[in-house]
């Protein structure tokens, strides 16, 4: 704190302008401080965010999900779990059949995005814009 008291209109200027100094540095550090909570948290964000994956089905793209069902069906109860119990034919498919719905439509999205960069290139008039992604 400031010891100092203020007497003049002066004196009220200057304690205005050092505590808005002080304010400013104050938000800067909560700031930082923030960005270093964020990035010690992230392996807790990357755990929930996989468990999402794994308890929530992407339906975004039925027919995807309607591929991922057959082929687990197929592959996995019938060929790879058909000697297991009836908990792990239960759980295992559900688990895998969500996340690869999620799996999928990341990978969609990211294709349809390399897809219109191409398309905007070819609009652009820029050349070979095709053979560019293929190298």
Known sequence: MNSKK???YEDLIEEKKR???????????????WEEMKQEFEPVRNV??????????DKSNPLVNMGI??????????LLLAKTGWATRLVVP?????????V???KGKSFLNRVKGWVKRARNGTADAFREDAE
């Open 6 to 8: 203020i007497q003049t």
């Open 48 to 57: 929930f965010s996989f468990m999402g994956k794994l308890t929530t089905r």
């Open 19 to 33: 505590l808005e100094q002080l304010l400013a540095v104050q938000k800067e550090a909560i700031s930082g401080n």
């Open 94 to 102: 559900y688990l895998l059949k969500n996340y690869s719905s999620n």
């Open 69 to 78: 069902d057959v082929a687990g069906d197929l592959l996995l109860r019938k």
């Open 104 to 106: 999928f439509a990341d």
